[in-house]
């Protein structure tokens, strides 16, 4: 095998095959990029048994041929070479990356001991713009459990019917739920591990005018864009039944700035964390929300102005959930929905019905 490739070209492709490299595991072939050659082009291949990576560059083909050669010194080599084309090739025992003056010779591993890449059989599809599909996820996959006990909750669901994709989160004792439009698609039903899907969003453009096609089997889902296929491999089991918490009509709603509740809270954690309570003190009054924590250490109070509509409440919540939602929310306000100290809690923005936060409070 032999073929002349970009710098720039190359290292793109390893940057995103390296997010299917498993750096804890003992079987040595998934530590590989495989790389084979067609016309005009290479294609690279990463697989970690749950995630594939398969990438295709354009290269100048001189010899036909494949190789398996282990990830990380190949990815580091290419990454310190200069700007300026890369021959790469092989003679059955070594491979060769030459570039100007710079000649650095690699052993090969057996490629015919790299593992297939799945196969996405009895397919339904959907498509939908990259940069959506991206925000949907950085918007829910905050929330996936990270608890091993429950697999089926490490992951997010996709749901989509009548052209509308919700993408669903749930954590111990949290739920994000995210909606969108989609362009087309047949009626779709899985989870997706939620490591998978935050590497896709690391991957995939914001450009506006692209769009991604995800393909569903049984076992496994595609996504393809650009010149990028991923699959995964799904979750299996049923997930929780969360329609009945994001359907409950909230009697108290408290409209509040959305940067402005964060630094408050953010400051006010700096004391709660301390205490093995991890309690704040939400005290929601007409036109103002008192946050407050009482600890050992000492004590913290802050004072946000908000407008409320309903009873004055007192609820205790883990700063921590309401946080890592906050973060993600790029509106300028947003409403807190409450029924009682002790029934599940909402954050929504003010101007965006398709995302929903839910969250229980903590018993004071």
Known sequence: ???????????????????????????????????????????????????????????????????????????????????????????????????????????????????????VDGLKKTVINQAVFSNMIKMTNFAVSKDEKSPILTGSLINIKDKIIEMVSVGGFTIAVDRANVKESDEIRVVIPGRILNEI????????????????????????????????????????????????????????????????????????????????????EDDKLTVSADTFLGSAVEKISSFKNGKNIRIGFNPNFILKALRNIEREEILVGMNNPLSPCSIKPTDDDDFCYFFSPVRI
């Open 1 to 119: 095998m032999k073929f002349i490739v970009a710098q720039k070209d190359l290292i793109y492709a390893i940057n995103i095959l390296s997010k299917a490299i498993s750096t804890r595991t003992t079987i040595d072939v998934l530590k590989g990029f495989y790389i084979e050659t067609e016309e005009n082009h290479i294609v690279m291949k990463s697989n970690d048994l749950n995630f594939s990576i398969v990438i295709k560059i354009p290269a100048h083909i001189k010899e036909k041929g494949n190789a398996l050669v282990e990830s990380s010194l190949i990815s580091d080599i290419v990454r310190k070479l200069p700007d300026d084309a890369i021959s790469i090739e092989t003679d059955g025992e070594s491979l060769y990356v030459i570039c100007g003056e710079s000649n650095y010779r690699l052993s090969l591993m057996d490629s015919e001991t790299f593992p297939q890449i799945p196969e």
């Open 201 to 284: 969003q690391k991957i995939i453009s914001y450009n506006v005018d692209d769009d991604i096609e995800i393909f569903v089997g049984d076992k496994y889902a595609l996504f393809k864009f650009d010149n990028v296929k991923i699959i995964s491999k799904l979750l299996e089991g049923n997930y929780v039944n969360y329609e009945q918490i994001i359907n409950l009509k909230q009697e108290i709603v408290c409209k509040i700035n959305t940067k402005e509740m964060y630094r408050a809270l953010d400051r006010v954690s700096l004391l709660a964390n301390k205490s093995k309570e991890h309690t704040v003190i939400f005290e929601f």
